[in-house]
């Protein structure tokens, strides 16, 4: 069974479904447009039960998947396919493939909605799993779902809507159990039984008072190992992480990592339990931003459909293409002011991609350690200066020591004294642009709440290029003409 259970799971597994259920679509689509073709009697009813036919088909290949694997698949599907497959998909099952796809491409699914449909797939599930469908639903549709929704549900929602993505509160479940300190941990695990399960990646109950303050957790490894008539004030611990609700979400996810948390408990300023945060979320968060980080670094400014439009993929695109376009003219007319130069000694035209190369790689290394450490939380006002200070005369003694190799190719190459000491001053002092460029864009956009992945990489290529070509022409036409 656990030899099925990997086959399913695994990447070669899912192209080969992948490419059965296309092939299948396609060859019902065949079979539709010969069946629309033939206009014999009863054509209407034989084209009905056709249809019928293909959708038995396509639950039947996707009954085996887990629905995870069908969120997949359908990010893999144009649109047209994609749709097919959405409309036999069980209703059951709309609720958690919807949380299970990229916000992108729940979007086109819920287009293919009707409201009713949406609020029936709603109030199905939990009040942070609605919340997470919320930003791509339309109000209407959630002013009918609050309204669907009992008491309970509807204040658990309300909290997790009033709070910022980015911030705890809105990323926090309300799955949890939580006990008294004057409970015996007989009673405890009696009570346990009663409820008949426990909410995943619960690892801890939360021990409230009267008023719901926090006031320990009790880890599920005391409460099976400890002696039964022991009371829960005695087994709990009262040494344990929190999180306030108002906390970003990123704080809490390097806390996760360094203390090794499933769960933790969610607390407003008052201490009040207001929710617990678990590690699935945590890591969703955590891979949601890595993503997002690789396109902002890309200059693609959203998550982006695979199969949408042309023209939502071009919108998408444009704004850091123009500014690429812009940037690169910059660095001709940079180029273009040293003509003269180029022109009366040709071997600069075949070394100035060196400099810009090697320029542009030293400094893409800095900005992605910068990134890194300030998403990390491991940049701060104590030790800043220091960091700038250590990665200065790492570029100074990469920059001597790369020179002096570029220095004896240069050298070797045109036998030419005077252009060779060029090309190793030129090299120096482009590195150490390149390292300030690299540590100055992510730290500025960083201390003026901007995030410092977006656009780095486009505007470090500029600045260097242009730099490395201005001081690699400039020398050249001091010392060489």
Known sequence: MDKLSNKRHSEQFLQQYLQDITALIAKQQLEKLLLQRNNAPQHQLTLDLLEKQHKVRLEFKLSTLHLADIADLLETLPLKQRSLVWAVIKEKDNGQVLLEVSDVVRQTLIADMKAEELTEVAVQLAADEIAELAPDLPKTTMQNILQSLNDKKRKHLNSALSYPKEQVGAQMDFAMITVRDDLTLKSVIAYIRQLGKLPSHTDKLFVVNQINVVEGILPLQRLLT?????LVSKAMSRDFARFHANDHVETAARSFERYDLISAPVVDENNVLQGR?????????IRAEADEDLLQQAGVEEEEDLFASVWVSAKNRWQWLLINIITAFIATRVIGLFEDVILQ????ASLMPVIAATGGNIGNQTSMLIIRSLALGQITSANIWQLIKKEIVLAAINGVFIGVVVALAVFTLYQDITLTLVMMVAMFCNLLVAVTVGLSIPLLRY??????AIGTSVMLTFIVDSMGFLIFLGL?????I
């Not at 678990?278 to 968060?285: G, N, P, Y």
């Open 226 to 230: 400890h002696p039964e008539n022991q």
């Open 447 to 452: 201390k003026y709440g901007k995030d410092p």
């Open 345 to 348: 000694v040709v071997a600069l």
């Open 476 to 480: 050249a036409k001091i010392f060489l």
């Open 277 to 285: 945060l678990s590690v699935d979320t945590v890591l969703e968060v």
